[in-house]
């Protein structure tokens, strides 16, 4: 009996995995059933369905970058305070003392890539037409999840606290300062007042909002990364589950109806 | 020099890229070699029959001899041959660096890339065009100018996804022409053709292991190559110039020029959002599901692809690439300058109609009047810019539903759907045709109130 048999009949094993190892058909199809990770999938698929050329993977390669960015974040929040005496510092800490400083290196690339890895998933869809019946509604949360994205990059892009972070955010928040009706330079936020009181200021617009202050500052430094590490991380698994979920319901994979 | 255009490094980095694209090159000779092709030689030289791997064999040893050159003649950068001569930089900025010349350029490149796509998606030709895209890459690297803003650290993102869009772009060109070429021969599809059902495990577990173990490795050696940025510490009281929002809202940030913040940073945006999240309910054309084509939904992909490169990567690549201090345009090959001018003598639709063509001046409030009464001399000001805005939004759609080509996607449609789609068109035609507008008229605003901020 080689060691590997011996493993696989030890009653660790099969209490773990609860079938032998998928040698023959029968396992084979048990082992996508009865894992909890494999599970995602279903026991058989089209072979046209996943060659390459055809899906080209970047759904998942998008959901194993948000993967990577969750090990990675949460390993470098152990480092990092989110303070302006701190966070610039803590960066530098990271680039030059810390072990494991790379960490930031793949975060910040592996966030790029995404944004990247977001866009062709939703290309590929488009040009499959796989948004079409019955999969209009997963197109649309599908949407909503490249909205997140992009909120996540973005609100992760302060938290360095160099010139870079601290530009980009403003000159990107400040369109919210021009938002029709709740931004106080935009079009129609002077007929919201109340007896000549305006409702809408630079102090309760949705800039403020978006920033927790009037400039990109502490507050606004406590607000991203908390929407950054918690929140919309909280509503993109969320998401994703019902993606994936969605995927299955609605037909599984793209394939010619 | 201060700015020295070629380093020994950069020297020795490229000659790493043309190893690598003299290798990718021997394998596609071999790869020729083993299909026997050969093209026959003008009569003048004797009309044999060649095969054409001697062409690409040839290719990939000049560029081995190339890299080799640039691994051994790292010690002496200011006297290295292998560089962008002046005058051809020199050109090169003088006639692209205009907004208008590089807009026309990418939709005619866009134009091209439907019209010729039988032609461009031959292997030997996309071969040839990835050749010719990496050699002015990597030709350009050898300009200092050129490398500061394509070798910033955020920036190599967008160089790769740029290569990634052009892959992906040509499978899909040429899976399309190919399903296209078959559904007008009557044969089945490819997607339909050995579709056999495979087990999960593993045929599909496997290839995903694969890609995951890939994606690691090339994230780990992108973090190990390039360092994350990391400026000075942040000064609310220095800002930068130019000041750019991240890179994928570069393409809004670019749509500033044109139309005011209210809409190119929140209306424009909700309106793609809101856009594609309609799309699968306005996309009436049942073919085209779950495979790739091009004529059986040219209208739904032209206009896609219209949205997504001219107004959207080609927008991030000029905002990133090309936008430098106060937001002019300045060349790939050209220095940053900070003092460079670009005289501004825009005007508004008010100014032109009621200055230039009536000659009467624009009418204004008297002092001390009413609000009811500067409202309505401020609506009589630029009534005839709001007559072009609610024309274009509110009574073409009617009209485009009566007549025309878009009538029988009325008769499809029905009224609601109609009206949000002919709606969305509209609004992403808005941005060209202010660009026009813009370069034609000197048209600053079409509407132009800045009492109320409300400019379009």
Redesign the interface.
């Known amino acids: 009996m080689s060691i590997g048999d011996y493993i696989r009949d030890s009653q660790i094993w099969k209490s773990i995995f609860r079938h032998p190892a ?1 040698h023959d ?1 029968r396992n ?2 048990v ?2 059933l009865t894992n909890f990770f ?1 599970h995602l ?10 060659a ?3 899906t ?2 970047m759904g ?2 998008t959901f ?2 948000f993967l ?1 960015e969750t090990i990675t974040g949460v390993l470098l929040m152990f480092y990092y305070r989110p303070t302006l005496e701190w966070a ?1 510092n803590d ?2 800490a990271l ?1 030059d003392v810390s072990t494991l400083g ?1 960490m ?3 975060h ?3 966030a ?2 995404m ?2 890895a977001v ?2 998933h ?3 869809v ?8 019955p ?2 509604f997963n ?2 949360v599908g ?1 909503i999840l ?2 997140l994205t ?1 909120l996540l ?2 609100t992760g ?1 302060l938290l ?9 955010i ?3 928040s ?7 009706f709740l ?1 106080y ?6 007929l919201l007042n109340i007896g000549g009181y305006d409702l809408i200021t630079s102090g309760s617009d949705a800039r403020f909002l978006l920033l927790g202050s009037r ?3 502490e507050a606004t430094l406590n607000r991203f990364y908390i929407l950054h590490c918690v929140a919309i991380p909280l509503v993109v698994a969320l998401l994703i589950a019902i993606h994936f979920w969605r995927i299955r319901k609605d037909g599984g994979i ?4 | 020099m201060a700015h020295p255009n070629l380093t020994s490094s950069v020297i020795f980095g490229l000659g790493w890229l043309y190893l690598i694209l003299c290798l990718m090159n021997s394998f596609w000779a071999m790869a020729q070699l083993k299909k026997q092709k050969h093209f026959k030689v003008w009569d003048i030289f004797g009309g044999m029959e060649v095969p054409s791997a001697t062409t690409w064999f040839a290719y990939s040893l000049f560029l081995g001899l190339v890299s080799f050159a640039h691994f051994s003649g790292s010690g002496s950068p200011d006297r290295f041959m292998l560089s962008l001569p002046e005058f051809f930089k020199d050109s090169v900025d003088s006639i692209l660096a205009d907004p208008r010349v590089y807009f026309a350029l990418t939709v005619g490149g866009f134009a091209l890339m439907i019209w010729l796509r039988e032609w461009w998606t031959k292997p030997t030709v996309a071969w040839i065009l990835l050749n010719m895209s990496i050699l002015f890459l990597a030709l350009s690297m050898t300009d200092w100018d050129f490398r500061q803003i394509v070798g910033k650290p955020d920036n190599v993102p967008i160089v790769g996804m740029l290569f990634l869009l052009g892959f992906f772009t040509w499978i899909y060109f040429s899976r399309a022409v190919d399903n296209d070429r078959r559904m007008a021969q009557g044969l089945p599809i490819r997607e339909r053709e050995n579709n056999e059902s495979v087990l999960v495990w593993p045929d599909l577990v496997y290839p995903e292991l694969i890609c995951m173990i890939v994606l690691t490795v090339i994230l780990v050696a992108w973090g190990i190559g390039l360092p994350a940025p990391l400026e000075e510490p942040a000064n609310i009281a220095k800002t930068p110039n130019p000041s750019k929002a991240p890179w994928y809202f570069l393409g809004l940030q670019e749509m500033l020029v044109y139309y005011d913040p209210w809409l190119a940073g929140v209306v424009f945006p909700s309106v793609i959002l809101g856009g594609l999240m309609a799309l699968p309910y306005i996309d009436f054309n049942k073919s085209g599901n779950g495979y790739y084509t091009f004529n059986e939904r040219s209208f739904a992909v032209s206009t896609f692809l219209f949205g997504f490169f001219p107004l959207w990567v080609a927008l991030i690549v000029l905002g990133t690439f090309l936008r430098g201090p106060n937001w002019n345009f300045f060349g790939i090959y050209e220095f940053w300058d900070v003092h460079k001018l670009e005289a501004l003598n825009n005007k508004n639709l008010s100014e032109i109609v009621w200055d230039d063509m009536l000659g009467v001046g624009r009418p204004v409030a008297e002092a001390g009047a009413s609000f009811a009464s500067q409202s309505v001399t401020i609506l009589i000001r630029e009534s005839v810019g709001l007559i072009f805005v609610f024309l274009y939004l509110a009574a073409l759609p009617p009209l485009m539903a009566a007549t025309g080509y878009f009538r029988k996607y009325y008769n499809r449609m029905g009224f609601i759907r109609f009206m949000v789609f002919t709606n969305l068109i509209l609004l992403m035609a808005a941005l060209p045709i202010k660009m026009l507008l813009r370069w034609v008229l000197n048209l600053k605003y079409i509407v132009a109130i800045p009492e109320w901020f409300f400019n379009i």
């Not at chain 1, 330079?185 to 002077?190: D, K």
Request: proline share 7%; charged share 15%; net charge positive.
């Open positions: 998928p058909r084979r199809i082992v996508v494999l999938h279903p026991v058989s698929v089209k072979q046209q369905g996943i390459l050329s055809y080209w993977c998942g390669v194993f970058l990577v610039f960066i530098l680039r790379i930031r290196e793949i910040r690339w592996g790029h890539a944004v990247i866009w062709l939703m290309y590929r488009f040009l499959t037409g796989s948004y079409k019946p999969r209009e197109w649309v949407v490249l909205v992009l990059s973005f892009y360095p606290w160099d010139q870079l972070a601290v530009w980009a403003t000159v990107g400040n369109m919210a300062r021009a938002t029709p931004g330079e935009g079009p129609g936020a002077q400039f990109v500052g793209s394939q010619p109806l």
